[in-house]
């Protein structure tokens, strides 16, 4: 079985200061990561994976996240958010290759000017 | 990347109507196609796991005869909610699978999949 947790439900944070999203993770076999932003009335749009590799992954718009195994944990890193980072962010986790994406409830980012 | 297309984006009916809703993988072939569903503000609930050319897989508490889906070519899957309710109003969202042959994101040669996802279609049921 596998789970993510995204255990805050909403990040407020001010323009220009750093952005931190948590997710931790459950899985039986090898952990294939993913973050997720969605703007309202969107799609999902990819901001990078941990496959295997260095633990630091950077990804799109500035965004990078740290795979931590002993930590069961994937938080995802901005260091200066911007007003356009305000959005809703989901940690995604496959069992392997071949499984099943298993998101976690998501967190919404508000930045302020 | 690969480009994965819903249509409609948006649409509105009366309760007991049927609604397509077409998911198309724009410039790849996927044999599997994944489709979500998503309440206000909440996560993505998967529904069901579509293969071409065969019938789909449906999650634990999702009705198959309410929600009709049929993956006939290697690049368009459809979902129909058949005699929709104002409970199924959602935003729906499918996704493609893209295979590659080659080495994998783990350096191992084969097969490794990727998954994109569509924009999604926001259904209301009157």
């Known amino acids: 079985a596998q789970s993510v947790a995204q255990p805050e439900d909403q990040v407020n944070v001010a323009e220009g200061n750093p952005l931190t999203v948590k997710c931790t993770y459950s899985?039986?076999?090898?952990?294939?990561l993913f973050w997720y932003v969605q703007y309202p009335n969107r799609g999902l749009q990819f901001l990078l994976k941990?496959?295997?590799?260095?633990?630091l992954v950077k990804g799109s718009y500035g965004f990078e996240a740290e795979f931590n195994k002993s930590q069961t944990s994937f938080h995802l890193k901005k260091p200066s958010a911007l007003v356009s980072d305000s959005a809703l962010y989901f940690c995604?986790?496959?069992?392997?290759?071949?499984?099943?994406?298993?998101f976690g409830a998501g967190t919404q980012v508000v930045v302020t000017p | 990347g690969a480009v994965v297309s819903q249509h409609p984006s948006r649409v509105i009916c009366k309760s007991g109507t049927s609604v397509k809703i077409e998911c198309r993988s724009l410039?790849?072939?996927?044999?599997?196609m994944f489709w979500y569903r998503q309440f206000p503000k909440k996560s993505l609930m998967l529904m069901a796991t579509?293969?071409?050319?065969?019938?789909?897989?449906?999650e634990q508490g999702v009705e198959k005869d309410k929600f009709l889906i049929n993956h006939a070519s290697l690049t368009l899957s459809t979902l129909t909610v058949t005699s929709a309710h104002p409970e199924d109003s959602s935003f729906y969202i499918c996704?493609?699978?893209?295979?590659?042959?080659?080495?994998?994101?783990?350096?191992?040669?084969?097969?490794?999949?990727?998954?994109?996802f569509g924009p999604g279609t926001r259904l209301t049921v009157l």
């Open positions: 996704s493609a699978r893209d295979l590659k042959a080659g080495l994998s994101d783990r350096g191992l040669s084969g097969i490794y999949n990727e998954q994109f």
């Open positions: 899985v039986s076999g090898n952990p294939y």
């Open positions: 941990y496959i295997t590799g260095d633990n």
């Open positions: 995604a986790v496959r069992d392997g290759s071949w499984g099943k994406l298993q």
């Open positions: 410039d790849f072939q996927a044999t599997t």
């Open positions: 579509s293969n071409e050319g065969s019938k789909a897989t449906y």
